[in-house]
Antibody, heavy 122, light 108 residues
Framework: EVQLVQSGAEVKKPGESLKISCKGS????????IGWVRQMPGKGLEWMGI????????RYSPSFQGQVTFSVDESITTAYLQWNSLKASDSAMYYC???????????????WGQGTLVTVSS | SSELTQDPAVSVALGQSVRITCQGD??????VAWYQQKPGQAPLLVIY???NRPSGIPDRFSGSSSGNTASLTITGAQAEDEADYYC???????????FGGGTKLTVL
């Protein structure tokens, strides 16, 4: 069974750094792209970008380029989303998602993590 | 702003049919997918590649597309279909993924 399990909710202050995780299991983690999606409170889904675990290739949405960093640790089948300096406007639910099996850059996702709620407040 | 446009809200009487639409230039050349999202839950894929249903999705959900408009139709809406629905595809460059703004479906 394909599963994406995300790390727990976080409460941070503006300016702090944060790294949230997404652990994949039940499929060949290395071979399929993992996407990240933001959902601000009461708002819609926003595609942040995608990472290929096999070689850490990334593609960031222009809206998120330079604001966040994607990474992976293949040895523990885990993808990460990182901020160096959080802002209040980063408060949102963040989802990881994948499409498997699909050997290409996916435009849709059939498996989703449960989401990680990030709250940034002074 | 999203390159895919959806009506913010739609309502349907229990047991009736409803169509949710998604407009965007990229739909002329790229497939659309649809997701259902209920409060407090992750999105659930209900239609992919314009008209295909993943395993486990009831056949009252169907998809179609013509020109720059894609549609999700629920034939015989049930109370449990009340949710937000999002379309998604690539942008016009094909290099990025975009979501529509979402449609809140109310089942009366």
């Amino acid at each position: 069974e394909v599963q994406l399990v995300q790390s727990g909710a976080e409460v941070k202050k503006p300016g702090e750094s944060l790294k949230i995780s997404c652990k994949g299991s039940g499929y060949s983690f290395t071979n399929y792209w993992i996407g990240w999606v933001r959902q601000m409170p009461g708002k819609g889904l926003e595609w942040m970008g995608i990472i290929y675990p096999g070689d850490s290739s990334t593609r960031y949405s222009p809206s998120f380029q330079g604001q966040v960093t994607f990474s992976v640790d293949e040895s523990i089948t885990t993808a990460y989303l990182q901020w160096n300096s959080l802002k209040a406007s980063d408060s949102a639910m963040y989802y990881c998602a994948t499409r498997t099996p699909y050997y290409g850059f996916p435009e849709y996702y059939d498996y989703w993590g449960q989401g990680t709620l990030v709250t940034v407040s002074s | 702003s999203s390159e895919l446009t959806q009506d913010p809200a739609v309502s349907v009487a229990l047991g009736q049919s409803v169509r949710i639409t998604c407009q965007g230039d990229s739909l002329r050349t790229h497939y659309v997918a649809w997701y259902q999202q209920k409060p407090g839950q992750a999105p659930l894929l209900v239609i992919y590649e314009k008209r295909n249903r993943p395993s486990g999705i009831p056949d009252r959900f169907s998809g179609s597309s013509s020109g720059n408009t894609a549609s999700l139709t629920i034939t015989g809406a049930q109370a449990e279909d009340e949710a937000d629905y999002y379309c998604n595809s690539r942008d016009t460059s094909g290099n990025y993924v975009v979501f529509g703004g979402g449609t809140k479906l109310t089942v009366l």
